[in-house]
């Protein structure tokens, strides 16, 4: 750089024409110095592949329209520099091995990790997760195919010359690439050259169309169709050149090139030389790659702009409207901005980076009306500092059990803000739910709650695995007012509940429809502590022995020949006991029979019912009664298969949210907590 000192060298009023050019080359450096130094920042910050949509991957043109990706299976060594086949715009040279259509699907997953941080960065990955994505199996032989091609793609070298802007670009798909045997993930870098590539245009490529199509030639077809922007006609002679085809005639390759476009949807050889693209283009929507703006579908906020970009700590993007709103009062069209303020909104997460919206809001004046507002977009609420995405994202990771501690620390909101989005998402989806109707099948269950408020209800549907509500007490004069507004009580077929006197008047009472089955759970083991209790009154002794205990316990077909020679050994000592033990297996042989037709029930009733006489004629007389009691209940569970073990379950996931809550004061966060978890499948729809 010219010292300024040397600029002002010569004095006087006069200059001479040396002089004036010495200045003006120093001002020149000067400048060229400035814009430099204020250039390089930008150029760390738009060092970035362009955003493309998730269902999509983003390619550049000049590779689509190359045989660098062919449709051949093998991987032919070339020598360096080899000239491929390529439209008559670019020249296309390739040292390495030859690139096939499963190396450019590796590729496009690769570009499509990395489009969301500058080029150069680190990509990060495990190999599982790049498997799953491009569709493979995850065995040992495809993670061998994806190292290779990965090597592949890191030796050979691409020189691709622009005819037209005589610019050629000249180096790896991917550069420098880490790979841990042990955690199974990997690091592969792009280099920021690969920015060249999308100067010349790129092709959104429809990810979920490509994977469907079977034939490597389908797909290269897919491709190369998607990355024109108007319908042009090519020969047959071309494509096979263009697509890296190892097939000699041409006449097979047209039948081959026949089965791809079926396999595309469409049948359009035209006169056996030349195919017409117009159809083709039209109808297989195969023109992803005409200009569009991606952001709409990246952001999930409909008609925006983005103005510009910035990566740092968090992802900072600045938009605006993409145009004028109707007003909403007149639905006329004259309006016109009257002021513009800005909002600042959290949403989502992208990778590890929080991404924060920065929005132009217009307020309009409509000229037809005289009336003022502001513009809205879809997904954000008024006066709200969060996008309805990025609370939704919130939600789903609390209700997936990430603690409240964590999510302060990964999305920087406090604890109570999202106790407070969680609350609010859970009342809205109860608040759908309040009005159904009672279930066909319901299983009614207590279980305790606290030692205050004593114990809850709950109440399930055992014909969808679903709680349909949990309600304070279990008694009918803590659950009248609740079963009277109950909508749907007469459509209720039948009950499943235990042996509770109480629940049953409620059931004949408030469903006077349902049939009562008893849980079979809860009468096998009634049956069992009654034979217990009389075994402390014949042989205390006896009963204080574990081994017997088990024994005694177990259905006797259940019994190995050792073990039920050491129990008869025992039972002969006591001959009551042994008369009460084999009825006692008797009747656990009725209890646990299911799927009987009615024909067979019938048989099997009179039989029942002589067993529980002679229970009666026994010490047993309290199971006798007990059973005589609830008789229709217990034959039922003959026909009906449904039981309360589903609801037990939930009793048992009920106790282990109570716990990681460290127990709940307020009932009605408690009844929340129990339907968001176990009343539905946690997903809010995004409509």
Known sequence: MVNPSEKLAVKGSKKTASDALVRVRAMQEEAMQRQQDTAA??????????????????????????????????????????????????????????????????????????????????????????????????????????????????????????????KTFSG??????????????????????????????????????????????ARWLHGFYASHAVAYPYKVETLHGLCGSATQQ??????????????????????????????????????????MSPVNSILGIRDLVVQRVERHRDIHVWASPAKRLACIHCQQGSVRIKATHQRTLKHTRQGNQLMVLHLAVPKYHCLDCNRYFRHRFAGIRPRRRATEAYRLE???????????????????????????????????????????????????????????????????????HKVFDVVLGRSEASLRSYLKRLPGREHVRVIVMDLSETYRRIAQEYFPNAMIVADRFHVVRLVNQHFLKLWQQHDPEGRKNRGLLSLMRRHHWKLSSVQKERLHQYLAQEPVLQALYFAKQQLNGFLVMKHLKAKRAKQLLPKFLALIRQFEQSPAKALAATLTSWL???????????????????????????????GFRNFENYRMRVLAQCGWNGVINRV
Not at 256 to 282: E, N, P, T, Y
């Open 41 to 166: 920042p930008d150029q760390r910050i738009t060092a970035q592949l362009p955003l493309w949509p998730e269902v999509v991957r983003g390619v550049p043109n000049s590779l689509l329209r190359t045989a660098l990706f062919t449709i051949g299976k093998g991987h032919e060594k070339v020598k360096t520099r080899t000239l491929l086949a390529s439209t008559t715009d670019i020249e296309l040279r390739f040292s390495g091995d030859r690139f096939n259509q499963h190396d450019l699907d590796v590729w496009e997953m690769l570009l499509h990790l990395a489009r969301l941080q500058p080029l150069g960065d680190e990509v990060r990955f495990s190999t599982y997760s790049l498997l799953k994505a491009l569709g493979r199996g995850t065995g040992k032989t495809q993670r061998e195919q994806l190292k290779n091609e990965i090597a592949r793609l890191q030796g050979g070298v691409v020189e691709i010359t622009w005819k037209k802007d005589r």
């Open 172 to 217: 790896q798909l991917v550069g420098n690439a880490y790979r841990d045997e042990v955690t199974k993930r990997q690091v592969v870098i792009l280099n920021e050259s690969l920015l060249r590539l999308y100067d010349d245009g790129h092709t959104h490529i429809d990810w979920a169309r490509r994977k469907a199509l079977k034939s490597s030639l």
């Open 250 to 291: 041409l006449r097979n390759f047209r039948q081959i090139l026949k089965i791809a476009l079926d396999d595309l949807g469409l049948f359009i050889i035209k006169g056996g030389q030349r195919h017409s693209l117009d159809l083709f283009l039209r109808r297989t929507s195969l023109m992803e790659g005409m200009p």
């Open 394 to 464: 919130v939600f789903e990771a609390h209700d997936g059990g990430v603690s409240q501690r964590q999510l302060t620390r990964t999305h920087r909101i406090g604890s109570a803000t999202v106790e407070r989005w969680y609350q609010s998402f859970i009342k809205q989806r109860v608040s759908e739910l309040s009005g159904r109707s009672c279930p066909q099948v319901l299983g009614i269950d207590e279980h305790f709650f606290s030692r205050k408020k004593g114990y809850a209800t709950t109440l399930v549907d055992l014909k969808h």
């Open 632 to 662: 229709e209940p217990i034959v039922r569970m003959w026909r009906f298969t449904k039981s309360n073990g589903i609801t037990e379950g939930f009793h048992t996931k009920m106790e282990m949210l109570s716990r990681r809550a460290y």
